[in-house]
């Protein structure tokens, strides 16, 4: 892949990551709500709700951490509004742009799921909260759920498009962390899920589900990562070597230990159930760290 | 009506005395760089915000015992390319193509994302943490709209740095190109005449670009070569990840929700 450049590195650093990291638990988070709500029991909709209810807050984290980052927080509504003319700015081909956009757009899909779960798990008993919560079960609230997932997925994904569509070595040299991010995301959020759902007697029935769903993510992050490291070609040294293999070894840890103890419990056993789901947060975080920092060293 | 501009910039002329950065900072009010020896006689070290123009020395060992090093040098500055990665990516419109063809950053519409700073392929952009905002050469735009020779091309004493209208300017390279060439000199080059379109600052080259860290005419693609494949891959995932749901969280003779 053609691939000298000379380029500068942005000095993207924690704001970043710490985006990147909720915005995919965030868009996972509501994706496997809808899934759960579109092809799991009714004993499953109290884990539905607990992602729906964690979709919401973490998003909102993200504008504050993009806006943090600016060098000019005051202008963060310069992404939506051309300041010259005064029209809504929209790039197609700029995935900062349609990141933008994508982040209003799925802060409306996730606030409305976020009050119909708070209503229909009884969270708040207001009226009209009550209301929103029996949609949740009819085609339109269905339907709703849908399209908000595929703009969750969205939000999970762009971020490593958004590294790629640059000319800075290891991003742009490759076409997967689209895709990685994605994978990770989803396996992320499960895992949150899984740990709130710890002690909840009502949500806790679908661990099992999330659980099985969570190998399935984390097996597909793999072999993302092994795409990811082929398609570098020669620039692979760079994140892998020195100290970065460090990261590598917690994604390691974060990626193989929930295999094992989900295919083998016995060897695990002695370990306290929130150590897997733990395990796979830190090994979504690092896995972002490394992409992030070694392609800037 | 204003026409496109351009910089020619011959590096066989060039003495190295950085005449050009001078009057690029002292018209632009630019910021001093630190004073601290870096190795080289090239103390300026790169492009940034305070450095918008470059003069490069590229120290090359010689086989030759007497001149062990070789230097060439190299007034660098933004490209001003015709399709700019820098423009291309920049989601605000801050980065915008003036009536000279050239690619201005308007200081009073960016907000410091620095998107524009992972996509320019020449590591021309910088960071100014004061303004809080990308900052990089104007062409001198201020002094275009009012007839002037840029900073830079006023100050050159070598001509190594030619400035006029794109056309004339490219009609100049190539005379002297033949000229070099009739000279013996068949290594010498223009850089600038293809990559990203045409680039309104280009040069005479005497060896390969990436000698002077500009990638190679193949290596010279845009950001947005990127998006339909990394959406196309994380949709496949989306794909494959439903998939997995669906066999994950199917009822197995459970109640319907
Ligand atoms: S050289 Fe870099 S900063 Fe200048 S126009 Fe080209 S991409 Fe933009
Ligand atoms: S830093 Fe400024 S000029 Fe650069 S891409 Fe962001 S808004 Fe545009």
Same mark, same amino acid.
């Given at each position: 892949m053609p691939?000298?450049?000379?380029v500068?590195a942005?000095?993207?650093a924690w704001y970043?990551?710490?985006?990147?990291?909720?915005?995919?638990?965030s868009g996972?988070a509501?994706?496997i709500?809808t899934m759960l709500?579109l092809?799991?029991?009714?004993?499953?909709a109290?884990?539905?709700?607990?992602?729906?209810?964690i979709s919401?807050p973490?998003?909102l984290l993200?504008?504050i951490?993009?806006?943090?980052d600016?060098?000019?927080?005051?202008?963060?509504?310069?992404?939506?509004?051309?300041?010259?003319?005064?029209?809504?700015?929209?790039?197609?081909?700029s995935?900062?742009?349609?990141g933008?956009?994508?982040?209003?757009?799925?802060?409306?899909?996730?606030?409305v799921?976020?009050?119909a779960?708070?209503?229909?798990?009884?969270?708040l008993?207001w009226?009209v909260?009550?209301?929103?919560?029996?949609?949740?079960?009819?085609?339109?609230?269905?339907?709703f759920?849908?399209?908000?997932?595929?703009?969750g997925?969205?939000i999970?994904?762009?971020t490593?498009?958004?590294?790629?569509?640059?000319?800075?070595?290891?991003?742009?040299?490759t076409?997967?962390?689209?895709a990685?991010?994605?994978?990770?995301g989803?396996?992320?959020?499960?895992?949150t899920?899984?740990?709130?759902s710890h002690?909840?007697r009502?949500?806790?029935?679908?661990?099992?589900?999330?659980?099985?769903?969570d190998?399935y993510f984390?097996i597909?992050?793999l072999?993302?990562i092994?795409?990811f *490291?082929i398609t #570098?070609g020669? !620039? @692979?040294?760079? +994140?892998?070597g020195g100290?970065?293999? $460090?990261?590598?070894l917690? /994604?390691?840890i974060?990626t193989l230990v929930p295999?094992v103890?989900?295919w083998?419990p016995?060897? *695990?056993?002695? #370990?306290?159930? !929130? @150590?897997?789901p +733990?395990l796979v947060?830190v090994?979504? $975080?690092a896995?972002?760290? /490394?992409?992030i920092?070694?392609a800037?060293? | 009506?204003?026409?496109p501009v351009g910089?020619?910039?011959?590096t066989t002329?060039c003495?190295?005395?950085k005449?050009c950065?001078v009057?690029?900072?002292?018209?632009n009010g630019?910021?001093?760089?630190?004073?601290e020896?870096?190795?080289?006689?090239?103390?300026?070290?790169q492009?940034?915000?305070?450095n918008?123009r470059?003069?490069?020395?590229?120290?090359?060992t010689?086989?030759s015992?007497?001149?062990?090093?070789a230097?060439s040098?190299?007034?660098?500055?933004?490209?001003?390319?015709?399709?700019?990665s820098?423009?291309?990516v920049?989601?605000?419109?801050?980065i915008?193509?003036?009536e000279?063809?050239?690619?201005?950053?308007?200081q009073?519409?960016?907000?410091?994302?620095?998107?524009c700073?992972s996509?320019?392929?020449?590591?021309?952009i910088?960071?100014?943490?004061?303004?809080g905002t990308?900052?990089?050469?104007?062409?001198c735009?201020?002094r275009?709209?009012?007839?002037?020779k840029?900073?830079?091309?006023t100050?050159c004493?070598?001509?190594?740095?030619?400035?006029?209208?794109l056309?004339?300017m490219?009609q100049?390279?190539?005379?002297?190109?033949?000229?070099?060439?009739?000279?013996?000199?068949?290594?010498?080059r223009i850089?600038?005449?293809k990559?990203?379109?045409?680039?309104?600052?280009?040069?005479?080259l005497?060896?390969?670009?990436?000698?002077y860290?500009?990638?190679?005419?193949?290596?010279a693609v845009l950001?947005?070569?990127?998006?339909?494949?990394g959406?196309l891959?994380?949709?496949?995932t989306?794909?494959?990840?439903a998939?997995a749901?669906?066999?994950?969280?199917?009822?197995r003779?459970?109640?319907?929700?």
């Amino acid at each position: 892949m053609p691939g000298e450049h000379f380029v500068v590195a942005p000095g993207w650093a924690w704001y970043i990551l710490l985006y990147f990291f909720f915005a995919g638990i965030s868009g996972g988070a509501f994706v496997i709500g809808t899934m759960l709500r579109l092809w799991g029991s009714a004993a499953d909709a109290a884990a539905s709700r607990l992602a729906f209810i964690i979709s919401f807050p973490l998003l909102l984290l993200c504008p504050i951490l993009l806006t943090l980052d600016l060098g000019q927080p005051f202008r963060f509504w310069h992404m939506l509004v051309d300041v010259g003319t005064g029209v809504p700015a929209f790039k197609a081909y700029s995935p900062i742009s349609v990141g933008s956009w994508g982040l209003l757009i799925f802060g409306l899909f996730s606030f409305v799921m976020f009050l119909a779960a708070v209503g229909e798990g009884g969270y708040l008993r207001w009226r009209v909260l009550a209301g929103a919560g029996r949609v949740m079960g009819s085609a339109l609230g269905k339907a709703f759920m849908v399209i908000g997932a595929i703009v969750g997925f969205f939000i999970a994904s762009y971020t490593g498009v958004l590294l790629a569509v640059s000319n800075q070595p290891v991003w742009s040299d490759t076409w997967t962390l689209g895709a990685l991010f994605l994978a990770s995301g989803l396996s992320g959020a499960a895992a949150t899920i899984l740990l709130l759902s710890h002690g909840r007697r009502d949500a806790a029935v679908t661990d099992g589900k999330l659980m099985l769903a969570d190998r399935y993510f984390i097996i597909l992050e793999l072999v993302l990562i092994a795409l990811f *490291l082929i398609t #570098l070609g020669g !620039v @692979v040294s760079k +994140v892998l070597g020195g100290g970065w293999i $460090l990261l590598w070894l917690v /994604v390691l840890i974060g990626t193989l230990v929930p295999l094992v103890a989900e295919w083998r419990p016995a060897l *695990l056993r002695q #370990l306290p159930p !929130v @150590v897997v789901p +733990v395990l796979v947060l830190v090994g979504v $975080l690092a896995l972002r760290a /490394v992409i992030i920092f070694s392609a800037q060293a | 009506m204003a026409q496109p501009v351009g910089f020619f910039t011959d590096t066989t002329l060039c003495i190295g005395c950085k005449a050009c950065e001078v009057a690029c900072k002292e018209w632009n009010g630019l910021p001093d760089n630190p004073l601290e020896f870096r190795g080289s006689y090239d103390n300026t070290g790169q492009l940034d915000h305070a450095n918008w123009r470059h003069v490069r020395f590229v120290e090359q060992t010689t086989k030759s015992p007497d001149k062990p090093i070789a230097w060439s040098m190299m007034s660098d500055v933004c490209k001003h390319c015709a399709n700019a990665s820098c423009l291309e990516v920049c989601p605000t419109n801050a980065i915008v193509r003036t009536e000279f063809d050239t690619v201005f950053i308007q200081q009073d519409v960016c907000n410091g994302c620095r998107d524009c700073i992972s996509a320019c392929p020449y590591g021309v952009i910088g960071f100014n943490s004061n303004t809080g905002t990308a900052q990089k050469c104007t062409f001198c735009y201020d002094r275009l709209q009012n007839n002037l020779k840029p900073a830079c091309a006023t100050a050159c004493p070598t001509q190594s740095i030619k400035f006029g209208p794109l056309d004339e300017m490219r009609q100049t390279a190539a005379t002297r190109l033949a000229t070099l060439h009739a000279q013996g000199m068949s290594e010498a080059r223009i850089y600038g005449d293809k990559e990203y379109g045409g680039l309104h600052a280009f040069f005479l080259l005497t060896d390969k670009p990436e000698t002077y860290s500009l990638p190679s005419t193949e290596s010279a693609v845009l950001p947005s070569r990127n998006n339909i494949p990394g959406y196309l891959g994380a949709v496949v995932t989306a794909v494959v990840a439903a998939v997995a749901g669906l066999i994950a969280f199917r009822r197995r003779g459970e109640a319907k929700p």
